[in-house]
DNA sequence: CGTATTGTTTTGCC
DNA sequence: GGGCAAAACAATAC
């Protein structure tokens, strides 16, 4: 579920209603998911510190406090729900904290985050800064920032003999793009997602470039996409789901040409592409 | 029952 | 050691 506009989407209600706010309980249901980490680590290095900063890098979830770092990846089916204690959620009826939800933080303005993952793909670590900026280095440059150039996707695609649909996957390459908008972003740039990285040139290094940008800033602004549950922590739902051109509208007519949209597993996923559109 | 699922890490091969 | 592809991780929905 989570790439980066859902990330974002997440990042700024938290980063509007939690900046400040000094994480005064936590409750620590499973510990899968903490890389190792012991719960009294964890209790001892997050209570009564301070949310300084809500960033985000790639997917990651990024809360800096006084002196470390708690860092958290969603994986596929991560999310955070801000709520008073033992209410009835919204959009969906179940129970919190319910048997998905693996960690819970009280604030000092009322509320909890409750962090739930039934697919328990998620991440949570509590780093010093070393131990975060190592980890963060070994990610690509942000779609969205300065250091990612037309110049820079090119010359990391060279000598890549990889599909560009396993290419975008990879986190090093550019951070935060899943397989939603890999696919959509491939589709913008009439790319066929089968290419292999080293084949595309210049010019359309650059289509695929701008497809990036354009893909991401749409669905940042629509809130992020809701397939099948994602929602954000006041649990509203996106909106970029009424907007994607391929992703999920297989053997449905291409926007463009009128041509049935393919999906077939490439890079070990789900590949959805305009068989007439995309050319490698 | 089998298949599919929005992500990353590990494993093994070249 | 690097790049690549497949497997593994876990739970749920159809």
């Known amino acids: 579920m989570p790439e980066l506009p859902e990330v974002e989407a997440i990042r700024r209600v938290l980063s509007k209603d939690t900046t400040g706010c000094k994480i005064t309980k936590v409750f620590l249901r499973k ?3 903490m890389r ?3 719960i009294l680590f964890f209790k001892k290095g997050l209570t009564n510190r ?4 809500v960033a985000r890098r790639g997917k990651y979830l990024i809360f800096r406090l006084e002196d470390n770092t708690f860092l958290v990846h969603l994986g596929m089916s991560g999310q955070i729900i801000s709520i008073s204690e ?3 959620t919204g959009s969906r009826s179940f129970f919190l904290p319910d048997k998905h939800t693996h ?3 009280w604030l000092n303005n009322g509320k909890a985050l409750y962090f739930r993952d039934p697919r328990m793909f998620g991440r949570y670590m509590l780093l010093n800064s070393k131990e975060e900026s190592i980890l963060l280095s070994k990610l690509g440059p942000e779609p969205l920032g300065a250091l990612f150039t037309p110049a820079c996707l090119y010359q990391n695609l060279q000598g890549r003999t990889a599909s560009i649909k396993a290419l975008l996957l990879n986190q ?3 951070a935060g793009l899943g397989n939603i908008y890999v696919d959509e972003s491939l589709f913008r740039a009439g790319i066929h997602p ?3 990285g080293d084949r595309i040139s210049k010019k359309h290094t650059k289509d695929l470039y701008e497809s990036i940008k354009s893909v991401l800033t749409e669905a940042v602004n629509a809130g992020g996409t809701s397939i099948s549950d994602f929602q954000d922590p006041k649990q509203r739902t996106g ?6 051109q391929v992703y999920g509208r297989k053997g449905k007519a291409c926007i463009l040409c009128g041509t049935p949209i393919i999906k077939e597993v490439l890079a070990q996923r789900g590949t959805h592409w305009c068989p007439k559109c995309q050319k490698y």
């Open 31 to 33: 510990t899968r998911m």
């Open 36 to 38: 190792g980490q012991s």
């Open 50 to 53: 301070h949310i300084l900063k």
């Open 86 to 88: 033992n209410k009835i």
């Open 103 to 105: 960690l819970i933080l």
């Open 172 to 174: 090093k390459i550019v």
């Open 194 to 196: 089968a290419t292999l």
């Open 239 to 244: 909106n970029f789901q009424h907007y994607l």
